[in-house]
């Protein structure tokens, strides 16, 4: 039982609820810009859950795999490094979650989502092992795989993405400003890089905003960024007081579950009241499942 327990806390299952509100976020805007609700099958939607669920664990998998020499020296109490689980046995686990994912994607659609999903999982694997401490190109590398995860919820309709394809620039800046926050997490960070992440939290805001304007949907739109921005601002104006590691990591597990909100926001943006509520009810899901397992 303790190592199937082991698995799980590997995938990060509090995050995997995150990002399948990136895909609930991207059908809301595909059905809005096409014109398609009448049109929308519920076998699709669920596949490309599942994909996202596969391709987001094993993205998180192979990062402990790729990082277990050093958690033996930070995070002892990982899977992997405390012995629960073998690095070969997660290396396995990991690649397996990713083909699955991929494999879910093709069978949502034609070749779009299995070519969106097979990038998901090459720029996963790019940061893993190559990206993570590059300190500009790394958070860039993991806003990449946000922004595709969106686009991926959006090929449920194809043509959404080739004419709203660009909205996943908003969750590419949201998730590098986390991922730079993120570096601090240990030894503690610098007041710039939190200030930084901030000007990209207000730049996100504004985003999800102006799409709310543009479709007339601003009431709404507004009710939901609150709510992302009391989630979001308190811990990281914490951490800018005092820069130390454990405040850090608050921030950072505050802005991976505040984005089930912003994606809400995102489907109140564009008129999709019914999905924006279905998206807030994964919040609480997700966070009973912070609770039981870590989050960053």
Not at 2 to 11: D, S, V
Not at 31 to 59: E, H
Not at 256 to 272: Q, R, S, Y
Request: with cysteine.
């Amino acid at each position: 039982m303790n190592k199937w327990i082991g698995y799980l806390r590997l995938m990060r299952p509090a995050n995997i609820i995150t990002a399948i509100s990136d895909i609930l976020a991207g059908i809301a805007i595909a059905i809005a810009v096409t014109g398609s609700r009448d049109m929308l099958q519920w076998q699709p939607v669920w596949l490309l859950v599942i994909s996202t669920g596969g391709l987001y664990g094993g993205g998180v998998v192979l990062n402990d795999v790729f990082d277990a020499e050093l958690d033996k020296k930070e995070r002892p109490e990982r899977p992997i490094p405390s012995g629960l689980i073998a690095k070969s046995a997660a290396a396995v686990y990991g690649i397996v979650l990713l083909l699955a994912g991929i494999l879910a994607a093709a069978g949502a659609g034609v070749w779009l989502p299995a070519c969106i999903a097979s990038a998901i999982a090459c720029c996963a694997v790019v940061y893993d092992k190559w990206m993570k401490h590059n300190r500009i190109l790394g958070p860039l590398n993991m806003g990449i795989c946000r922004g595709l995860n969106l686009l991926l919820g959006m090929s449920v309709f194809p043509a959404a993405v080739s004419q709203s394809g660009y909205i996943a620039i908003v969750p590419v800046l949201y998730i590098a400003a986390i991922t730079m926050i993120s570096r601090g997490e240990v030894h503690g960070g610098k007041k710039s890089t939190l200030y930084g992440a901030a000007l990209l939290y207000l730049v996100v805001i504004a985003g999800i905003v102006t799409a709310g304007i543009i479709n007339r949907q601003v009431g709404y739109t507004l009710v939901f960024v609150a709510l992302f921005a009391v989630m979001i601002f308190p811990p990281l104006q914490k951490a800018i007081r005092h820069t130390e590691g454990p405040l850090i990591g608050k921030a950072v597990k505050a802005g991976v579950i505040a984005l089930i909100v912003m994606n809400a926001a995102w489907a109140a943006a564009f008129g999709m009241l019914y999905i924006a509520l279905l998206t807030v009810l994964l919040l609480p899901v997700s966070l009973l499942l912070a609770k039981l397992f870590a989050v960053t």
